[in-house]
């Protein structure tokens, strides 16, 4: 039996959680936390779709995770991020990704996330040099960063220089549900930022200036439709705080680091996984990010998306770092998939970009 996690302030890896080893939680994806849970493997589904080996589109998205520090600390993180984690990209290693780019067009869209991308010393003249490539850039941001310190607070003036799209979590649109996930005063500083963006052009028609949300459920349980949550989200935020977004996105929360740590202590973990089994859907498998995405981690490694990162799942391809970095054999690869990938199969889907199917 694994000896569960007492404080969820910090990463599961400063607690020296059992479930900061991948190899602890891949297990338990596998075989249930008594070793007597077993579902039918993801592979398997793939198959029955016609999907096994899964093969990828053709990369376009270059998802770049610049580090796991972070200004909080979510109950649900994947990433395990947290003010505690030390681990960011170095400008050398920044400089290998711009490589990457500038030798391959086809990478369309530079997809910035962390931890608190911000947090990084470099983050500035990466999102600059990678603006000189001409590409679209997106920034993960937690939103209560801006108003984390003061060095932080022209961030919004800097995306709209540069023409980032932003992408922000905000679980709910009220407090408690907000901050019951992600901390004590988050709902109300991430409302702060919210105006900020607002004020200069950030989600105003016309603008051009794209502010996209995500939701993700603050329990066991799959997102409601993204078109009605959405409509849900823009009344209540305009009429209670005046302010405007583009599109919401919902996301389903995987089975792994911290949301693991909290399906296994509230005891839902059976529950949930069956219920993305049982919901597993085709079309969505069909469309999983993964086909078009590749993930950079902080030290230079590839995987095929960010959860794979975080399991330490590495690209199974000959190269499978920056400094070597070859979308053609890239595009030949197989996916690496495991029991975590039904969380973006599930009901419409899962990505970094909301519902898929
Ligand atoms: S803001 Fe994002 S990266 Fe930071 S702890 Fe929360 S979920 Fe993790
Ligand atoms: S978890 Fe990653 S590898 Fe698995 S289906 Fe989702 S995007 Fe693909």
Redesign the pocket.
Known sequence: MIPLTKNDKVSLKYQHSPLADVHTQLGILEHGRTGDFALVPFQQKLEESGLYPLKPTGVQIFQVNVGKMCNQACRHCHVDAGPDRKEIMTKETMQECLNALKNNPELKSVDLTGGAPEMNPDFRWFVAEIKKLDRHVIVRCNLTIILANKKYYDLPQFYKQHSIEVVSSLPFYTQDRTDRQRGDGVFEDSIKALQMLNEVGYGKEGTGLILNLVYNPAGAFLSPAQTSLEKEYKKALMERYGIVFNNLFTITN?PISRFLDYLLQSGNYEKYMERLVNAYNPVAAQN???RNTISISWDGYLY??D??QMLDLKVNNASKHISAFNTATLNERS???NQ??Y???AGAGSSCGGVVA
Do not use: A, E, K, R
Request: charged share 5%; proline share 0%; aromatic share 6%.
């Open positions: 995987l999983v990010m993964c095929d998306c959860f794979n996916i690496v998939v975590h990938c969380g973006c199969t």
